[in-house]
């Protein structure tokens, strides 16, 4: 059963027109009622709380007279503590203040190991949960506060930023938000209140980056975390695994028309198994910033990819020139020899090519056979997946018969098919421009 009466100067005076002995009076009397109404009832199991409302804004010592005159009466042990909850009713002063009003009240409550010490903050000046801590701190047993920091005026302390605090740091709060998407969507369904989305650990941004500075460390984050095997969370700008609190990786990283170019590689990584090269990513960054000022909006996953597809002519997107079929072979010189077929706007056609390797040969066939001119500056290439099912993925960093940059892309369940479409794409990009 929770009792309680304001005991600050301006309730005194304006509100109950009291002495501080009739207010005294105020709370001895609800004490006295409900010890008589337990005494009625022996079977059951009653436990008591008091609050000297307006705790923060009264006097101290008159505070704790009136919590030792409620002590008198109902007369709690330390095997069947009262709990004293010590409001902040209006957040006043900074939280360092609130704290050392709790110290004080602890150090001078008469019979203190009766009683459990409990907080209960607001929010007005914006310090609930750092009140609330700095309270813990001070020797505080308990903390009174709303998920979310619902409450009166501005609300109370936020009990899931304060347990997620304490949980980021080691400490086990005993509050499961392991799926924080559920108990949101059962709060605003109670309150029809929607939660902010910069809340923090719960709003729909807060493990959300746009910025690509941002976006560059993050990635750079999970990927030094994935190699070292660290059973440390060391993530820059995320402070907790959204994974611990059921939170997919998906919405981490956002690709608007400001974004870096950290953002859409790390997307493209994620959902498409490609490690683009840096030269490769500010190419492509263009693309993406083009597209979303067409679209005038962020870019999902789904967009990224269909405007990659469409840039380097992959896979089955539109292009000029398209593989049909080629064969390998060497020369009796050692050189290579690619014959094959390749589709020109609807029409396969029939060529081939000599050089030292099978991209220099596919290149020279292009030049050959469709005069465009290409010089290779770079070639990398990497495994998509893993086992029977992988797949490789193949980058061509070209300089075209005027001197421009072009890439090309290619991916093919076999590695030398790939390069051959990564040279295609770049004859496509060439093409094209």
């Not at 070292?228 to 998906?250: F, H, K």
Request: aromatic content about 8%; glycine content about 10%; hydrophobic content about 40%.
């Amino acid at each position: 059963v929770h009792l309680y009466n304001a005991v600050s100067p301006a309730w005194r005076d304006i509100v109950f027109r009291m002495s501080k002995a009739e207010v005294i009076e105020i709370a001895r009397t609800g004490a006295k009622v409900m010890r008589d109404e337990a005494g009625k009832r022996p079977g059951t199991d009653w436990h008591f709380q008091y609050s000297p409302e307006t705790f923060s804004t009264a006097e101290l010592d008159f505070s704790i007279e009136v919590c030792e005159a409620v002590m008198s009466i109902l007369q709690p042990t330390p095997e069947h503590p009262i709990i004293l909850n010590l409001p902040a009713t209006v957040e006043a002063a900074t939280p360092n203040i609130y704290a050392d009003q709790i110290e004080y009240f602890i150090r001078h409550l008469p019979n203190r190991e009766s009683a459990v010490i409990s907080l209960h903050t607001h929010n007005d000046r914006g310090t609930g949960v750092a009140a609330a801590e700095l309270g813990l701190m001070a020797g505080a047993d308990r903390v009174e506060g709303c998920l979310f920091g619902n409450g009166e005026r501005t609300g109370n302390c936020c009990l899931v930023t304060m347990a997620l605090n304490m949980y980021t740091q080691g400490v086990d709060p005993g509050l499961d938000f392991s799926d924080i998407d559920r108990v949101i969507e059962t709060v605003e369904y109670c309150n029809q209140i929607p939660v902010h989305q910069r809340h923090p650990y719960g709003g729909e941004l807060v493990y959300t980056a746009f910025s690509g500075s941002h976006q560059d460390a993050i990635k750079k984050g999970f990927e030094a975390g994935a190699t070292q095997n660290d059973e440390i969370w060391r993530v820059p700008y995320l402070p907790i695994d959204p994974a611990d609190l059921g939170r997919s990786y998906e919405a981490v990283i956002r690709v608007n028309s400001q974004s870096g170019k950290g953002g859409f590689a790390w997307v493209l990584e994620q959902d498409q198994g490609l490690k683009l090269p840096k030269k490769l990513q500010a190419d492509f960054s263009r693309h993406v910033q083009r597209v979303a000022d067409e679209l005038g909006r962020e870019l999902n996953a789904a967009d990224i990819w269909e405007t990659f597809k469409r840039a380097y002519h992959v896979q089955t997107y539109p292009k000029h020139f398209q593989l049909v079929e080629y064969e390998e072979s060497r020369a009796s010189d050692g050189t290579r020899v690619f014959a094959g077929k390749i589709e020109v706007e609807g029409k396969a056609q029939s060529v081939s090519g000599r050089g030292n390797g099978l991209i220099s040969s596919v290149v020279g066939t292009i030049r050959e056979h469709f005069g465009v001119d290409l010089e290779v500056l770079d070639y990398t290439e990497h495994a998509l997946g893993t086992g029977t099912d992988a797949r490789a993925a193949a980058y061509l960093e070209c300089r075209d018969g005027e001197g421009r940059a072009v890439w090309g892309v290619g991916i093919d369940e076999d590695v030398a098919t790939a390069s051959v479409r990564a040279v295609l794409s770049a004859a496509n990009g060439a093409v094209a421009r």
